[in-house]
């Protein structure tokens, strides 16, 4: 009975006589009886280690991985270089086990990797202050959304028509039950239909969200969308690739209230999907209305350099009324990685890396249009993403492409109706081989 607790027979009699009954079953009296499972679970025999190492090495070579397949595949997560040393790092003890910091002035290293974290991240936006970190990029874009309610008192927001499919929809959980309006702007060719713009802010709107790089991988005009917000008294958040701030202007130059983005590409892997970490940074004049944490940096009672915890805007921190989210981790070991990864590049090994992805997605982009078997779906400048329609749908060229051991591009016929719309994403770690190789399978076809 009982056999994964680690309790003998003489530990449950002691119990038991102690609570004074004579059956487990007693414990449970008041759960009715129908509810109660009766019989015997259907689990498999207990197995060895070797047993068990071989059922999940056999599960596991059931799937493909970026060791095996080249990857043209982005929309939100990109196949990047990550240095050795990031594991090395991330896989100590002291890091790779912290938490929360509960008591924070006791947990002194974690508290330095969440200041170093903010303020690389504050380097990188252009932005006065970071949190700590979120769940992932579009919980960031919700919450900054909810910041800017709160801050400017009205019940509506913008959102750019050209944002990830997964940001709207986290974003409309979000509203939902906020009861906020969400009204979403035109696009044009693929970005912001100004017009359009003009004519749905009014001085109801709390802020206006756009991407950029957007869904389709186009550099938005970031800066023309904060002029209008600005003078219709709303707030001005981007959604930004990180990596493209090693080249493009920082929301802070472009006059951006909230930058907020995923931090995958900072050094973390694909994951299958998961965990990731979302970064959230804003003005001086926003930083009561962040959730999440804010690590500050002081001196202690013998004039040494330390970290506290300036700000805790939690309902586990605070009265739950006050709180600014219900934000309850700051994905540490992700931030850490990612901290890990931007001290290791620097801002020049950034700007390397986001030149690199560029040059190559612009070669790769003229090398697929010249097999004849693409157009070009918008005229817009693009970073590393870049939208195609082929002559076949694209779940053909896809399974072409995965016989070769190649991850193709993103389908937009399923995703965004486009009809035989295909996303490639190129970055850093694409050889002129392997995109040459692309084009020469494709030509073919």
Same mark, same amino acid.
């Given at each position: ?252 130059? @472009?006059? !951006?209230?909230?930058? +907020?983005?995923?931090?995958?590409? *900072?050094? =973390?892997?694909?994951?299958? /999907? ?115 329609? @082929?002559? !076949?749908?694209?779940? +053909?060229?896809?399974?072409?492409? *995965?016989? =070769?051991?190649?991850?193709? /591009? ?36």
């Amino acid at each position: 009975m009982f056999r994964y607790i680690p309790n003998g027979d003489e530990d449950r009699r002691n119990m038991m006589d102690y609570l004074g009954i004579k059956a487990i079953d007693e414990l449970f009296t008041d759960i009715p009886e129908p509810l109660k499972f009766k019989g015997e679970l259907k689990l498999d025999a207990s197995k060895s280690e070797i047993e068990v190492l071989e059922y999940f090495e056999e599960k596991a070579r059931a799937n493909c991985n970026l060791t095996q397949l080249t990857s043209f595949l982005g929309a939100g997560v990109y196949d990047h270089y990550i240095p050795g040393i990031i594991k090395h790092m991330a896989g100590r003890g002291e890091f790779y086990t912290a938490y929360t910091p509960y008591q924070p002035e006791i947990s002194q290293g974690t508290l330095q990797v969440i200041f170093e974290y903010q303020s690389m991240i504050c380097d990188l936006t252009g932005l006065d202050v970071s949190n700590a970190s979120m769940y992932d990029g579009p919980t960031a874009a919700a919450e900054a959304l909810l910041m800017a309610t709160t801050q400017k008192k009205k019940e509506k927001i913008i959102l750019a028509s050209a944002i990830s499919p997964e940001i709207r929809q986290v974003v409309d959980t979000y509203m939902k039950y906020r009861d906020i309006e969400v009204v979403t702007i035109k696009e044009k060719e693929g970005l912001v239909d100004f017009e359009d713009l003009e004519a749905k802010l009014d001085g109801d709107a709390a802020a206006v969200l756009v991407q950029s790089p957007n869904f389709y991988g186009l550099v938005e005009d970031v800066q023309r969308v904060s002029e209008l917000a600005h003078g219709q008294k709303a707030l001005s958040i981007a959604y930004v690739d990180p990596i493209s701030l090693g080249i493009l202007k920082s929301p802070g130059e @472009a006059g !951006v209230d909230i930058a +907020v983005g995923d931090g995958q590409s *900072l050094g =973390n892997g694909s994951n299958l /999907g998961g965990p990731y970490l979302g970064f959230l940074a804003t003005t001086d004049k926003l930083v009561r209305k962040m959730p999440g944490r804010i690590v500050g940096q002081t001196v202690d009672v013998d004039g040494k350099r330390s970290w506290v915890l300036t700000l805790q805007a939690r309902e586990q921190h605070i009265r739950r009324y006050k709180a600014t989210s219900n934000i309850c981790s700051n994905q540490g070991l992700n931030a850490l990685i990612a901290s890990i990864y931007m001290t290791t590049l620097g801002k020049e090994g950034i700007k390397e890396v986001a030149a690199s992805s560029l040059q190559k997605a612009h070669y790769a982009y003229d090398k697929l249009l010249a097999t004849g078997r693409f157009k070009p779906a918008f005229k817009g400048p693009f970073f590393k993403e870049f939208v195609l329609l @082929a002559d !076949v749908e694209p779940e +053909v060229i896809n399974k072409k492409l *995965l016989e =070769n051991n190649i991850l193709g /591009g993103y389908d937009l016929s399923k995703a965004c109706g486009l009809e035989r719309g295909i996303m490639f994403a190129v970055t850093e770690k694409r050889t002129k081989a392997e995109i040459d190789r692309l084009a020469e399978l494709l030509e073919v076809m």
